[in-house]
């Protein structure tokens, strides 16, 4: 339980990004990893794993569904993968990532908060 001089978020900047996975089915296509951020700035990054050559298609979308940017649309080797995501000039808001590989669809939360 949290008083009000207490609070189980500690604010070091003036952004925040809080990132989940919800959605991530079982494949032996690829795994999608919950991400990281950096919190003296507006970007994160997501990491995922191919285990063959094929073609990857990392997107980003708001809340409505509109396309917001694509961070990979490419043929990539198997291995661990990384795509930084900046959102300099998005507003605070719900924002969700695709990751395609083949048969597998995963997708993930983003909370951007300035």
Avoid: C
């Avoid at 396309?67 to 993968?81: K, M, P, Q, R, W």
């Amino acid at each position: 339980m949290t008083s009000a001089r207490t609070s189980p978020f500690l604010l070091t900047a003036s952004f925040l990004f809080l990132l989940m996975v919800f959605s991530q089915p079982a494949s032996a296509q690829a795994v999608l990893h919950q991400s990281y951020s950096n919190p003296s700035n507006p970007t994160t990054t997501i990491k995922y794993e191919i285990f063959e050559t094929s073609h990857v298609s990392l997107k980003v979308y708001d809340i409505l569904g509109r396309l917001v940017t694509t961070l990979v649309d490419d043929y990539e080797t198997a291995g661990s993968h990384k795509a930084t995501f900046t959102a300099n000039n998005l507003s605070s808001g719900v924002y969700f990532y695709n990751l395609r590989v083949g048969g597998f669809n995963g997708t993930g939360k983003l909370l951007f908060i300035k």
